[in-house]
């Protein structure tokens, strides 16, 4: 049993750092070799899943390290793995020969075991382990085209605003530690004695909210779209930015052992959900769309978690790996084939590739939470539980969820639209790359695991759900607020469909086309639209510049004044203790040379020394006395 938990992390860990230790030399086989171990890594997890292995190793004197596998890491030893063969493959054919194969698989299944190790953790010792290597791998994902000093600028601000936020994970070690948790179990974290309890509860929140880009820490995750499409669909969906949210479900417990712990949780994810869900709706491109949405939709899991709904945030976890993963591998199959990521470039494109087009698709109308795709399940799930805390908490998850319907409208009704240049031909040839088999490879699986995961709506699926989760005590949502979440979700997508409509000419004649089967909203739309669409986009665009020039600025300044105070402290202090430095080493010098003189090798010079000497001691004795 205790194998099959090593050979889930290990054979990932080591095929990539086999890979990285090759180099270039290893170019040629690195992608088999990674879809083979993720491959494996598939198998291995579904058997982990099964029988719930656990292993345990000393590290430390008294703190040992342990992984085990339980309902809810069950659930993510499944995800990942699935995820990463996915990515695996559209990287095989996204990565091309002349570029550094070898480092770019390594990296990614290095970083891939480093959040398998986060989810299967049970003590703080082996979560700080998972936690810094992925931070360390995702800094050299980002800045795998580490000659574009650009997107190395990129990587850094990721990699310094994520490791800030990292530093609650040692306070909350150190407030375990000192509180009695000799052990760093997560499970005895609520155990703790006095405030010791409360400092690590904190350490902990503030580590999670960093790793998923919740406020205040969101600005940092657009900049991360500067890896390539790959890195993007894998950070964005099932590692790293989703590792905050598994973290503050998995500590569930802790944060209801401390009064303030949840409700403040459950606010930061739901404002989250709902400010960064304007943003994307405000965003021109079409990655920056998804990177915005990715805050948002992280968001209503760390709602769950606030709230206390486990059920419903494993599931939107796993719904927004999977649904994430297949639209990033979709913007990176447009890219790969036409050479843009700008929406407006982007026209027509679902038409000239339609199986991408068809897979796009699935995936936004679930990103949007329309009915009865599984976001919708898993929402409705966590506002349910939110408005068991607050009506007031159930209405801004409420109005995030119709916000995510408008910027997954927008996106999809984009790339579905004829090209204001003309209508671009079905099936129409390749741009720069073209796509390989292995681009389109992974969207269909992707996309019939989005529209599966909507079985876990059916009561007898639901119910097997929460006992895997060991949530049974759990409810769902009653009927009208399952009909109020749809309604909303749909309408918001028919008057988003409206908005973008192209004039009554150019309208396709098919009579089952989405201009015609939103024909009868046209009053409630031309409502909405006037008073409610015009200012969410001055909202946006506002939130937007303040997150670039305020928050982002803010760090920027902070790091320039960090640099300019070690500069002058060079000048000021650095020549000082150097020139003291010298003078130390000078004096040596000149009483090694002092010393040397008397050493001539003549008998009579060392008879007349001692003599002196003898001289000398004798009137200090006679002085003494």
């Known amino acids: 049993m205790a194998l099959l938990l090593w050979l889930l992390v290990?054979?990932?860990?080591?095929?990539?750092?086999?890979?990285?230790?090759?180099?270039?030399?290893?170019?040629?086989?690195?992608?088999?070799?990674?879809?083979?171990?993720?491959?494996?890594?598939?198998?291995?997890?579904?058997?982990?899943?099964?029988?719930?292995?656990?292993?345990?190793?000393?590290?430390?004197?008294?703190?040992?390290?342990?992984?085990?596998?339980?309902?809810?890491?069950?659930?993510?030893?499944?995800?990942?793995?699935?995820?990463?063969?996915?990515?695996?493959?559209?990287?095989?054919?996204?990565?091309?020969?002349?570029?550094?194969?070898?480092?770019?698989?390594?990296?990614?299944?290095?970083?891939?075991?480093?959040?398998?190790?986060?989810v299967t953790a049970t003590d703080l010792l082996a979560l700080l382990a998972g936690w810094e290597v992925m931070g360390a791998t995702s800094y050299a994902l980002i800045a795998y085209w580490w000659s574009d000093r650009a997107r190395v600028r990129s990587a850094t601000l990721a990699f310094v605003t994520t490791r800030a936020a990292d530093l609650g994970l040692y306070l909350a070690a150190g407030a375990a530690l000192a509180g009695g948790a000799a052990a760093l179990d997560i499970a005895a974290l609520p155990d703790l004695s006095g405030a010791w309890r409360g400092i690590a509860v904190a350490g902990l929140v503030v580590a999670a909210l960093g790793k998923s880009a919740q406020l205040p820490f969101s600005f940092w995750l657009s900049h991360a779209m500067a890896g390539p499409s790959p890195v993007s669909a894998m950070l964005h969906s099932a590692t790293m930015v989703a590792a905050g949210g598994y973290l503050l479900l998995r500590v569930r417990p802790s944060l209801e052992a401390v009064a303030w712990a949840g409700p403040a949780v459950a606010w930061i994810g739901v404002l989250t959900a709902l400010v960064l869900g304007v943003v994307a709706l405000a965003q021109s491109d079409l990655k920056q769309l998804l990177a915005a949405s990715t805050c948002s939709q992280i968001g209503f899991i760390v709602l769950a978690a606030g709230a206390g709904a486990i059920a419903g945030g494993t599931l939107q976890f796993t719904a927004h790996a999977t649904v994430k993963s297949l639209l990033f591998l979709a913007a990176g199959a447009w890219l790969a084939a036409l050479g843009t990521e700008h929406l407006a470039d982007l026209r027509g494109a679902a038409r000239r590739y339609p199986l991408v087009g068809a897979a796009f698709s699935v995936g936004a109308l679930t990103l949007g939470g329309l009915p009865p795709l599984s976001i919708w399940v898993a929402k409705d799930e966590i506002l349910a539980a939110a408005l068991a805390r607050s009506p007031v908490l159930y209405a801004v998850g409420l109005a995030a969820a119709a916000v995510s319907a408008a910027y997954a409208a927008k996106a999809l009704f984009t790339v579905w639209a004829r090209p204001a240049a003309g209508p671009a031909a079905e099936?129409?040839?390749?741009?720069?790359?073209?796509?390989?088999?292995?681009?389109?490879?992974?969207?269909?699986?992707?996309?019939?695991?989005?529209?599966?995961?909507?079985?876990?709506?059916?009561?007898?699926?639901?119910?097997?759900?929460?006992?895997v989760?060991?949530?049974?005590?759990?409810?769902?949502?009653?009927?009208?607020?399952?009909?109020?979440?749809?309604?909303?979700?749909?309408?918001?997508?028919?008057?988003?469909?409206?908005?973008?409509?192209?004039?009554?000419?150019?309208?396709?004649?098919?009579?089952?086309?989405?201009?015609?089967?939103?024909?009868?909203?046209?009053?409630?739309?031309?409502?909405?639209?006037?008073?409610?669409?015009?200012?969410?986009?001055?909202?946006?665009?506002?939130?937007?510049?303040?997150?670039?020039?305020?928050?982002?600025?803010?760090?920027?300044?902070?790091?320039?004044?960090?640099?300019?105070?070690?500069?002058?402290?060079?000048?000021?202090?650095?020549?000082?203790?150097?020139?003291?430095?010298?003078a130390v080493a000078?004096?040596?010098?000149?009483?090694?040379?002092?010393?040397?003189?008397?050493?001539?090798?003549?008998?009579?010079?060392?008879?007349a020394q001692a003599v002196v000497a003898l001289a000398v001691l004798a009137a200090v004795f006679i002085l003494m006395r």
């Open 10 to 118: 290990g054979l990932p860990a080591a095929t990539g750092l086999a890979l990285l230790a090759a180099g270039r030399r290893a170019d040629r086989i690195a992608a088999p070799l990674a879809v083979g171990a993720a491959a494996a890594a598939v198998g291995l997890g579904a058997a982990a899943a099964v029988m719930r292995p656990s292993v345990s190793t000393p590290m430390l004197p008294g703190v040992p390290a342990g992984l085990a596998v339980d309902g809810l890491s069950a659930v993510m030893v499944v995800v990942v793995p699935g995820i990463l063969l996915a990515v695996a493959l559209f990287a095989a054919g996204d990565i091309g020969a002349g570029q550094a194969r070898a480092r770019f698989h390594g990296l990614l299944l290095v970083f891939a075991a480093a959040m398998l190790v986060t």
């Open 427 to 467: 099936g129409a040839g390749p741009g720069p790359a073209g796509l390989s088999p292995l681009h389109r490879l992974p969207l269909p699986v992707l996309a019939a695991g989005a529209v599966g995961l909507a079985a876990l709506a059916l009561p007898p699926v639901a119910s097997w759900w929460r006992r």
């Open 469 to 582: 989760l060991g949530a049974s005590a759990e409810h769902g949502p009653a009927a009208w607020e399952t009909a109020l979440s749809a309604a909303v979700s749909v309408a918001v997508v028919a008057a988003v469909g409206w908005a973008l409509r192209r004039p009554a000419a150019e309208r396709p004649s098919a009579s089952g086309s989405a201009a015609r089967w939103v024909g009868g909203w046209l009053w409630l739309e031309r409502v909405a639209l006037g008073g409610v669409a015009a200012p969410t986009m001055a909202l946006a665009r506002g939130l937007a510049a303040f997150d670039d020039r305020v928050v982002a600025g803010a760090v920027r300044s902070g790091a320039a004044g960090g640099v300019r105070l070690a500069l002058l402290t060079d000048a000021r202090t650095e020549a000082g203790v150097e020139g003291a430095v010298r």
């Open 586 to 607: 000078a004096g040596a010098r000149a009483l090694g040379g002092w010393a040397r003189r008397p050493q001539t090798g003549l008998l009579h010079q060392y008879y």
